[in-house]
């Protein structure tokens, strides 16, 4: 049976537009998009398709929305994935262990971050499970 080639709807065409943008580097992290009004009158479509665009990019993760007379959308490119040469960042576990010794641990950030774990914290998980104490023996 024969089928019908037709072109994507429009805001998929719109969205693609931007995402090469995005992807190109043309438009780079924190760079403001067009406001829905603004793609309006650009692409001359209707509101809900304007809409849709900036909500399909945000489902993507490739912008983000701040509500508010000084919000807008604008781009929030996710970072890569760590390769396989990369180490892990380190678990919770290594991170609360680096805190009661009072060491500073990467968070697979390029600066250091102090781990910080309030003891009030930790003992609300202790209560949680019905113990008083840390267990010792566990380590």
């Known amino acids: 049976m024969p089928e019908l080639q ?3 709807p429009p805001y998929q ?3 693609q537009h931007y995402r090469d943008q995005i992807t190109s580097g043309e438009l780079r ?3 403001r998009l067009p406001a829905a009004r603004q ?3 650009q692409w001359r ?3 809900a398709t304007a809409a849709r665009v900036l909500s399909t990019l945000r489902d993507e993760g490739l912008a983000e ?3 508010g007379g000084g919000g807008g959308t604008v781009v929030r490119v996710r970072s890569p994935a760590p390769s396989a040469n990369e180490p892990a960042p380190p ?3 290594d991170c609360v262990a680096a805190a009661q010794a009072g060491r500073v641990t990467y968070l697979g950030t390029d600066e250091p971050v102090a781990a910080v774990v309030p003891l009030d914290v930790a003992r609300a998980g202790l209560a949680a499970l ?3 104490e840390p267990d010792q023996t566990a380590r």
């Open 6 to 8: 037709r072109p994507p």
């Open 65 to 67: 929305t701040t509500p």
């Open 130 to 132: 019905g113990r008083a």
């Open 13 to 15: 065409q719109i969205a």
């Open 45 to 47: 479509v209707a509101h």
């Open 39 to 41: 793609l309006v009158q």
């Open 91 to 93: 678990s919770l576990a």
């Open 29 to 31: 992290d924190g760079d």
